[in-house]
């Protein structure tokens, strides 16, 4: 375990490296985020700097996945590295046992978020999002999966422009709702300072809630109607994708760790929900192996007694 | 986590031993009794039980160890309430959450353990106000945008569930496109068209994605053709018996002028020579005097088709074969006879070209000894 820990540090150290030899702004940036993750936990930022500056959103996202992923949850990270230009990519966890070990992982490459992918079984997907250095995070199952490389969905957009964020009114109505929204806002919202943004506008993520689950989806935003370009602007959408699915299961109050402040109640696991299936097909022979007991029983019950006048003794 | 559960047990044990205490004390004679009451240890509480079974107890005995029970269980309530907030699987050994499972594991059910929710909203409210950005952070800097309306359809019906996420994305796009109109105007928005940078989706994959559009469009319009031409086989039958009856009264019709014709002209066509041209013209005008008719009951246009139109029309069979033509090794020849060899090197057959028609009859006799053979 101390051999990956090393191995993930010596990564990120050297890429911390890279970025404080690049320029002495880069370096302050940071350390405005670090300020004030440490105190308060705010993201702004420069509460104590100068009233002239500027206020600014500064995120940054660290997206890593556990061993034993497949294809398809690879491509889903793929797509997610590809529309969030502030998301920086780690190699694989190799443990699943030991998550406190990405607060530090995050600490070593600058982020204040996390989103890491846990698969397990190589088919069930859970996604952590998490607030790095204090909390809180949430832990969801991730599910009904489609990937921007599917053809059906043909849309296209900026690589590294910054996407609306769209949250449905099921996120203010609850509690966990409101602290999702925040956080999602965080992780998925693009901040204006992210060295890989592009400044304009054309796509929109959207979040709903709908059967207490969230679902994501991405839109092109275009405004000009490729059938008649010279007409009134009138806004369309076409869908880029990645589609999925996020099921809640649990909050917790740190960043990998500590209290649960929400659990769901509704939230069947995977491999409940398989097992049950399963059950539901072994039935049939279950119930036709107790009736063949059933009637060998009977049968046995209804065999008579040898008669005193049976053939067999009477013409012995 | 573990220890304070048992510290929980090991607690109502002790209550409601000393609630039944009293009872017991003067059941009971035996040395167990002499033990002081404020100490009562675990190990002397569990040989208290053992020794009292479940016979030892009156109904009135259990009745008020269960409300001993229960006044625990709520003293213990903000206890309990901390354990479910640390979220350890603790609740298992709870009393009621216990029976419950009994209860399950005798009727062999499939219904789910019931879980106890956390939903800590103090909590959950202190943690979103910890996290929360700057009130006074300009809107462009997060971009998020709230529908105002939530989202209510069938979650299996796909169609009306991806039109309620369009709908809501569109709304948001459309507002947040006003609120940069009106209140950020030096925010960028679209992208001017000669501003060329990398899309998120390649230009290989956009191809793929414009020929599957295509290659859908062609199959769509094919299925469609398909389905046209099934429904046209139905009537096509008609349509060709009615055509071939029109073609068989034409013929008749014209049968019938021209011997209308003949019958006038008997006279003269018996009598001699001389009125030959006269009939010729008659007939010609019999035969162009059809159109005519045609045209007047409305059947095609009078006027001629050019050359050209009409091979496009009825087809053009393509130059002659040109079998009559003379070639290079019939001029050569002066054999008049016989069958010309067009094409191909003669072989000499002028000579003996009688000799060529199969083998020559035999005379009678030989004929017929061959079939009696």
Known sequence: ?316 | MPSTAVNTVKKLKAIAAEAIQARVLDTQSDDQESEDDGGVDEEGMKRLMKALGEDGLDEFDQAQLEVALEGEADVNGDERDREEIDGEETHTLEPDLVQLEDVEAAIDDVIPTQKVEINNKVALSRIRESIQLDISLPWTETLAVSYPHAIQVDVNDDLSRELAFYKQALHSATHARLLVAKSYSDFPWTRPNDYFAEMVKTDVHMERVRQKLLDEKATIQKSEDKRKEREGKKFGKQVQIEKIKERERGRKEMEERLKGLKRKRKDTLEAGVGDDQAFDVAVEDAITDRPHKRSQSGFGSGSKLSRQSRDVKFGFGGAGRRLKQNTRSSTDEFDFGHKRSTGGPSRGGGFRGGAKGGPKRLGKSKRLAAKNK
């Open chain 1, 1 to 316: 375990m101390s051999s990956i820990l090393k191995a993930q540090k010596f990564n990120a150290a050297k890429a911390a490296r890279n970025a404080n030899g690049k320029g002495k702004r880069k370096a302050d940036d940071m350390m405005d985020v670090d300020d004030s993750d440490s105190d308060s936990g705010e993201e702004n930022g420069q509460t104590a700097g100068p009233a002239v500056k500027k206020r600014k959103n500064k995120q940054r996202v660290l997206l890593l996945s556990s061993r034993g992923v497949t294809h398809r949850m690879r491509h889903l990270m793929n797509d997610i590295e590809v529309l969030l230009p502030h998301v920086k990519k780690d190699s694989k966890l190799d443990s699943k046992s030991q998550l406190q070990l990405l607060p530090e992982l995050a600490d070593l490459n600058n982020c204040n978020n996390t989103l890491y992918f846990e698969a397990r079984r190589h088919e069930d997907l859970y996604l952590w999002a998490a607030k790095m250095p204090n909390g809180p995070s949430i832990k969801m199952h991730v599910q009904n999966v489609h990937t921007m490389d599917e053809l059906k969905m043909t849309g296209n957009c900026l690589k590294g422009s910054r996407g609306l964020l769209s949250f449905d009114k099921g996120f203010d109505e609850t509690e966990w709702g409101k602290l999702t929204k925040e956080l999602f806002t965080h992780i998925f919202g693009v901040p204006s300072t992210a060295r890989k943004a592009k400044p304009f506008v054309d796509h929109i993520l959207t979040f709903s809630i709908l059967d207490e689950k969230i679902w994501f989806r991405n839109f092109q935003i275009i405004e000009k109607d490729p059938l008649s370009p010279n007409g009134p602007p009138q806004t369309t959408l076409v869908e880029i994708g990645p589609r999925f699915v996020l099921t809640p299961i649990r909050i917790f109050e740190g960043a990998f760790g500590g209290a649960t402040v929400y659990s769901n109640p509704e939230f069947v696991t995977p491999a409940a929900v398989r097992s049950a299936v399963r059950r539901e097909q072994g039935k049939k022979y279950n119930l036709r192996k107790d009736a063949e007991e059933a009637s060998s029983l009977r049968k046995e019950q209804r065999r008579r007694e040898e008669d005193e006048l049976a053939v067999s003794k009477v013409f012995a």
